[in-house]
């Protein structure tokens, strides 16, 4: 009996179908129970040269958007903070970032996760060179707060394009599971090396697909070896996260100046995402409502 076949559920009959036809269940199931799945270069049905074109489209945009020169990613040691720059808004730099985009194994795993609907929110790449910048333990589903973690508000589905080998590669690390604490990593949670939560690093090879839960708590480590750690990271989210409207620059500042409580109910929001954030204090009421739905 297949219950896909009945057309009863005119949402996910179609996404049952796909998973089969691209043996996606399994990766359906670590995403139900952990939070999160790496699907192999040769179940994801890209061309051999897909990963070396998306590599080399990322360096070459970093590149010329930062009047830089990186040469041989293997062995290069750029500055950190100079690759970090501009990396966002890839869409129309090369069509291999459509590509990454539409990939229909990609979108199948995107879908079940958050609905027929879901959008592409933002991509960026991570390019990271030997004792490049960490992160802590965090969430990705910045502004939900506890309680409504029962389904995936938002995910990441970043491209490997380079081989996460060991820990020396500097890789992701998650905590299996986390997704369904509904809520972010309080303080004393956030340190790798110190939280009481079992962690465990992304080792996989370049062309891999890493997808997790946008709830899933993850952080990364410093990259010891020679040479960089490249990603395309990509965000998906539901259709409601998307504002209705973007307040910003459509309120005259006189009007905001009268009547002060308008900022606040406007919102000082952190998307849409800019290149650069100048007002930091943007994001300390995300983080705040991830643990606290008062916030």
């Known amino acids: 009996m297949d219950i896909s076949e009945y057309g009863s559920s005119p949402h996910v009959d179609p996404l049952i179908a796909q998973l089969q036809e691209y043996d996606l269940f399994k990766h359906v199931v670590e995403l139900e129970a952990y939070g999160l799945t790496i699907v192999p270069k040769e179940k994801m049905g890209v061309d051999d040269g897909f990963v070396e074109r998306l590599r080399s489209a990322i360096l070459a945009t970093c590149e010329k958007r930062n009047g830089l020169e990186i040469g041989d990613y293997r062995t ?11 990396s966002w808004y890839l869409l129309q730099e090369d069509d291999v970032f459509v590509e990454a985009a539409t990939n229909p194994r990609l979108l199948a795993l995107v879908r079940w996760l958050c609905g027929q609907s879901a959008v592409l ?31 995936a508000h938002a995910c990441n589905a970043s491209w490997l394009c380079t081989d996460y080998t060991s820990v020396e590669d500097g890789p992701t690390v998650f905590v299996p599971g986390s997704h369904r604490y509904g809520r972010a990593t309080l303080p004393h949670e956030e340190s790798v090396e110190d939280t009481p939560f079992n962690t465990v690093p992304l080792i996989a090879e370049a062309g891999s697909l890493a997808l997790w839960n946008g709830a899933t708590w993850h952080a990364s480590l410093p990259r010891t070896n020679p040479g960089l750690r490249i990603t395309l990271v990509q965000i998906f989210m539901r259709m409601h996260m998307r504002p209705i409207h973007l307040w910003e620059n459509e309120v005259a500042p006189e009007l905001i100046e009268k009547y002060p409580e308008l900022k606040r109910v406007l919102g000082e929001h952190l998307y849409p995402y800019k290149e650069s954030i100048s007002d930091f204090d943007r994001v300390a009421p995300f983080k705040k409502t991830g643990t606290d739905p008062f916030a």
């Open 121 to 151: 929110s933002g991509h960026t790449w991570i390019i990271k060179p030997p004792g490049g910048r960490t992160h802590t333990l965090h969430s990705d589903a910045h502004g939900i707060p506890p309680g409504g973690g029962s389904i």
């Open 76 to 86: 290069a040691e750029p500055n950190a903070k100079d690759i970090g720059r501009n």
